[in-house]
């Protein structure tokens, strides 16, 4: 990465969150810019809520956080949680999910760098994105293989 760990993790965000209701369908709107990130890295983005607790359906037994969907995705690359960073290791991200998020009791998002330049969709890695293993019916994770949480952002 050329990089060292006080680069990697002196990455910052400025955010805000808040809810809408258009005809008649709340939903969470958020505004991210991100800086400190590593140059042209591949990012994807993930949602936690506590009190009520989240959960990906995809894989519910081992992965509580949910990808943080674009606003507009079909503008969204390379897929509709995730995002390059610029060469000056910046990026915003404008992102909309359907409910109120802001009534949990703490909302934080996951900045999720892809070390191997691949989003997963649902999942922010390759072993999550096999789904449930047949025999035990639970996800295994390949964080820090492909993958690494580089910070979190508490919005509530």
């Not at 805000?16 to 939903?27: E, F, L, N, Q, S």
């Not at 936690?48 to 690359?77: I, Y």
């Not at 922010?124 to 789904?131: D, I, P, R, T, V």
């Not at 639970?138 to 919005?155: K, L, P, T, V």
Request: hydrophobic share 40%; net charge neutral; charged share 10%.
């Amino acid at each position: 990465m050329n990089l060292t760990w006080g680069q990697f993790s002196s990455a910052t965000a400025k955010s805000y969150a808040w809810t809408d209701t258009v005809k008649g369908i709340t939903h969470t709107d958020f505004l991210i810019g991100l800086s400190g990130l590593v140059p042209n890295g591949v990012y994807s983005l993930f949602y936690r809520t506590f009190n009520p607790d989240s959960n990906n359906a995809f894989c519910p037994d081992a992965e509580p956080t949910v990808a943080l969907t674009a606003a507009f995705p079909q503008f969204q690359k390379p897929d509709s949680s995730s995002f390059i960073a610029s060469s000056s290791g910046k990026a915003p991200f404008v992102g909309r999910v359907a409910g109120n998020l802001l009534a949990a009791a703490q909302l934080q998002v996951s900045v999720i760098y892809h070390f191997n330049g691949q989003t997963y969709g649902p999942v922010a890695n390759y072993a999550e994105s096999l789904g449930p293993d047949p025999s035990t019916g639970s996800c295994h994770s390949s964080y820090g293989i492909d993958a690494m949480r580089q910070f979190i952002i508490i919005m509530k």
